[in-house]
């Protein structure tokens, strides 16, 4: 992880910082993101991540940054060893293990199904379920429909 200072505003007695952060992880993830440090108070302002991150990826984001950041950018002190490597690789949610194959079609399809059942948009339900994006979610349910694991989607004459 890195956290440089990209630049500082004052105005009366307080301060705001924004600090340009890099989370490296290794499996090759990475995660970049400006954040505003005023006090103890941590705010990000864009967040670009490859590959995309997960709903609870994204939940713990604030959990993985804020010691480093408030103790690089001000603000209260990280715990120690959390800067830049010192407490070794930054662990992130994996995403769901999902099977490959027939196993990961099936799962697909109850995941579709089971948010259909619900009222959800089932989508949604195959993205919560397997931690990929939308477009991804789509490929992996057109995979379910051509295997006859969901019905098509419009009758073909």
Do not use: K
């Not at 990826?57 to 002190?77: Q, S």
């Not at 010192?86 to 089971?114: E, F, I, K």
């Not at 949604?124 to 979610?137: E, I, P, Q």
Request: aromatic fraction near 4%; charge should be positive; include cysteine.
């Amino acid at each position: 992880m890195s956290v440089l200072r990209a630049w500082e505003v004052r105005e009366n007695d307080t301060a705001t910082t924004w600090c340009d952060v890099r989370l490296s992880f290794t499996d090759g993830a990475g995660v970049h993101l400006l954040a505003a440090v005023c006090g103890d108070s941590v705010s990000v302002e864009d967040v670009r991540a490859r590959p995309a991150l997960s709903l609870d990826d994204l939940a713990v984001l604030p959990d993985w940054i804020e010691g480093p950041l408030l103790a690089a950018c001000g603000g209260a002190a990280a715990p120690s060893g959390a800067l830049d490597g010192a407490a070794g690789p930054v662990r992130r949610h994996a995403r769901p293990a999902v099977p490959r194959g027939a196993g990961s079609r099936r799962l697909v399809a109850d995941a579709y199904l089971a948010g259909q059942r619900a009222g959800r948009d089932p989508v949604l339900a195959v993205m919560a379920a397997t931690g990929h994006s939308r477009r991804h979610a789509l490929r992996l349910i057109a995979g379910a429909r051509d295997a006859g694991l969901l019905s098509p989607r419009r009758a073909r004459r």
